[in-house]
């Protein structure tokens, strides 16, 4: 049974900074691809950056660009999220997936090329 869970998130400051977490069992992990997304209150998910199964290959969302970065760490199972500079447009729930092809550009932004996606985990930014 694949398991997938993100933590990390909580309440920061305009400015601040968060590295979540995302842990992922029942599947060779380092065969998958891996994508965060975020979904604010009334909006759609909205991927916002991926990584490829070794690495790699890294893509983000024009609007963390710069700010967030992407890494994993396949003997742990891992994978994170540094974010940097937040924003209160930064607020959301924010979830990982794990896809087994990894797409080029901001096809990897797609929630259809992910199989198994974890509950989420809260970030929420003050002015």
């Known amino acids: 049974q694949v398991q997938v869970a993100e933590s990390g998130g909580g309440l920061v400051q305009a400015g601040g900074s968060l590295r979540l977490s995302c842990t992922a069992s029942g599947l060779t992990f380092d065969d998958y691809a891996m994508g965060w997304f975020r979904q604010a209150p009334g909006k759609e998910r909205e991927g916002v950056s991926c990584?490829?199964?070794?690495?790699?290959?890294?893509y983000y969302s024009d609007s963390v660009k710069d700010r967030f970065t992407i890494s994993r760490d396949n003997a742990k199972n891992t994978l994170y999220l540094q974010m940097n500079s937040l924003k209160p447009e930064d607020t959301a729930m924010y979830y990982c997936a794990a896809g087994r092809a990894y797409y080029y550009g901001n096809y990897c932004t797609r929630t259809m090329a992910y199989n198994y996606w974890g509950q989420g985990t809260q970030v929420t930014v003050s002015s």
């Open positions: 990584i490829s199964a070794s690495g790699g290959d890294t």
